[in-house]
């Protein structure tokens, strides 16, 4: 971990001087520090724990939520990003201030953090508090209670991770991001091998064939109607739930933002993409393998990956898995921070407050924002100890308040002229008022239950906002019509292997499925069904067959596109 801090100090001394240079890490990022920054950025101990939870609760339906925000990060990257980096805009609400006015700018900042600061910070601070307490015992440790040991764990990693987001900016976060994030893919794969090993009596092959045999419904994720993940709502919801993830989440999109050109942008979300695909191996797998090995009964069941990993890790790796461990914590965490405190600077303070201010000024507000938001934070996490279900099922509960009115404005902004700022307003007063009255509050206060998962909620009221702000934009439309302005001051040549990499994903995603299927692993009477290998090589022959064509004559058409939207850039 001081190794960690010793490079990332390295990377950044002298170049967080300026506003860019600490908001956008100079807006020099290259691909490999996005993609990584991305990755721990994204998989924190609330995914380590949470989601290994679900999968020894039920079977690993939960994977939708990794799985499929591939391909939310291939719109990202092609046609998202383009316009982002074409603005040259710092943060989403800066968009939204120039798509709609400065009063949805501030209803959106609003939005985000209270977000971040009641649910998504706590929530990562909560999870690798548990991971750590349970790996190393530290009530037995140090000679105090659980609640305590919540308490005193929650404070210390909180304290560490806000030195990175408030001295350090982004580059520090995506540095500290990139190294740890080396460390989380190896360590994470691990636990699931030793595991496999552990089951089999010394066998990998004997552990593998068992999980895979014994239990196998546990590896199906083509959810029912009742488990964590319905398979329907991969189709409905989850789409929009993971396109405002990766493509108007500001803790996650400003790594992009601070990309050195559209291409090193492009294949740093795009890597980032596989990465995803590559996840349950990590943050599902061991769950199932917990369930086999410790069996029934984990009260709560966020106990499942730190049991496991107690049980299988080689004793002289507890210690680099915990530095590990705390990379992935810190890395959600310190972006979080970062991201707060630069939505708050400059689309809070400088706008309202004091317009003629330098950069100087800023980033001394943003950084007395980020201590004032983690000391929040630290007291709210050890709340979390009351979930009765698992964390990671309520923070993507709590997220529905602002993720999907997030989506619609942005999606209606970029392809809609004349819808006013009106809209905006109303869709985001209304969203909030009815997510919560159809996810707990008919429940709460009428006891009517109806019955509907919160992610086909996500779907049906895009489509309704959607749909008003059409309405509202026909009957009181925009006085001018919206015109989109370059603003480049980076280079826009697209990713010439984009398209192909593009295809390449999709068809990860697809296999992904179908290994993890009743026809796949899933497969009741064996290790898979006979089905199985003639479609693996069906869809992997078509996807080598689109990705070519794709590779071939996508790319130009694409980079026309793009020099269409930003003649000046290619101009200059």
């Known amino acids: 971990m001081s190794l960690v801090a010793w490079i990332s100090y390295q990377k950044t001394k002298g170049e967080i001087e300026d506003k860019d240079g600490y908001f956008l890490a100079g807006r020099g990022l290259s691909g490999t520090f ?53 603005g040259a805009f710092t943060t989403l609400p800066e968009f939204l201030n120039t798509r709609y006015d400065a009063t949805v700018r501030r209803m959106s900042v609003v939005l985000f953090l209270v977000g971040y600061i009641l649910v998504t910070i706590p929530a990562c601070l909560y999870s690798g508090a548990l991971a750590v307490l349970k790996l190393f015992d530290v009530p037995k440790l140090i000679g105090i209670n659980f609640t305590q040991s919540v308490w005193l764990l929650v404070w210390i990693v909180g304290i560490i991770g806000a030195i990175y ?109 596989l990465y995803k695909i590559m996840i349950p191996l990590i943050v599902m797998i061991p769950g199932v393998i917990a369930y086999h090995i410790v069996g029934k009964g984990l009260n709560p069941v966020d106990l499942a990956y730190p049991a496991i990993v107690t049980k299988v890790l080689p004793e002289y790796l507890s210690g680099l898995f915990l530095a590990v461990l705390l990379g992935a914590v810190l890395s959600t965490f310190n972006s979080l921070l970062n991201s707060a405190a630069t939505m708050f600077a400059l689309d809070i303070y400088k706008p309202v407050f004091n317009p003629a201010t330098n950069d100087a000024n800023l980033i001394k507000v943003s950084k007395f924002f980020a201590i004032l938001v983690a000391l929040v934070s630290f ?49 985001i007063v209304f969203h909030v008022i009815t997510y919560y009255m159809l996810v707990w509050g008919f429940k709460q206060i009428f006891g009517i239950n109806i019955g509907i998962n919160f992610i086909h909620i996500y779907f049906i009221l895009f489509w309704i906002e959607v749909s008003m702000m059409l309405l509202i934009g026909k009957k009181n439309p925009r006085k001018t019509e919206y015109i989109y302005e370059s603003h480049a001051q980076i280079d826009l040549l697209p990713w010439r292997w984009g398209p192909a990499f593009a295809t390449f994903i999709f068809t990860a995603v697809v296999l992904c499925y179908i290994i993890f299927s009743p026809i796949g692993l899933a497969y009741a009477k064996g290790v898979v069904s006979q089905w199985f290998w003639p479609v693996i090589i069906g869809i992997i022959v078509s996807g080598i067959f689109l990705g070519f064509i794709a590779h071939t004559k996508g790319y130009e058409r694409y980079k026309n596109y793009i020099m269409k939207e930003h003649p000046e850039c290619f101009n200059k």
Request: aromatic letters at 10%; proline letters at 3%.
């Open 379 to 427: 007291c709210v996490s050890p709340l979390l100890m009351y979930a009765p279900d698992g964390i990671f099922d309520i923070i993507r509960a709590f997220t529905g308040f602002f993720n999907i009115p997030t989506i619609v404005l942005v999606a209606v902004g970029i392809l809609t002229k004349r819808v006013s700022a009106l809209a905006a307003k109303v869709v």
């Open 165 to 273: 987001a408030v001295f350090g900016g982004l580059k520090a976060v995506a540095v500290s991001d990139t190294l740890n994030g080396i460390g989380l893919i190896a360590l994470g794969i691990m636990v699931p091998i030793f595991g496999l090993i552990v089951l089999g009596e010394g066998s990998f092959s004997k552990g593998f064939f068992t999980m895979t045999t014994v239990h196998a419904h546990k590896l199906n994720a083509i959810g029912g109607p009742k488990d964590s993940v319905p398979f329907g709502t991969i189709f409905t919801g989850m789409i929009y739930a993971n396109l405002f993830y990766w493509g108007t989440n500001q803790y996650v999109i400003q790594r992009a933002l601070g990309a050195g050109s559209l291409k090193e942008g492009q294949k740093g979300v795009m890597l980032s993409g």
């Open 34 to 86: 996005i993609a990584g920054s991305l990755l721990l950025t994204n998989i924190s101990a609330e995914h380590l724990v949470g989601m290994n939870g679900n999968s020894y609760r039920g079977n690993l339906s939960g994977m939708g939520w990794e799985v499929t925000a591939a391909i939310a990060i291939v719109i990202m990257a092609v046609y998202i990003l383009p316009k982002y980096l074409g």
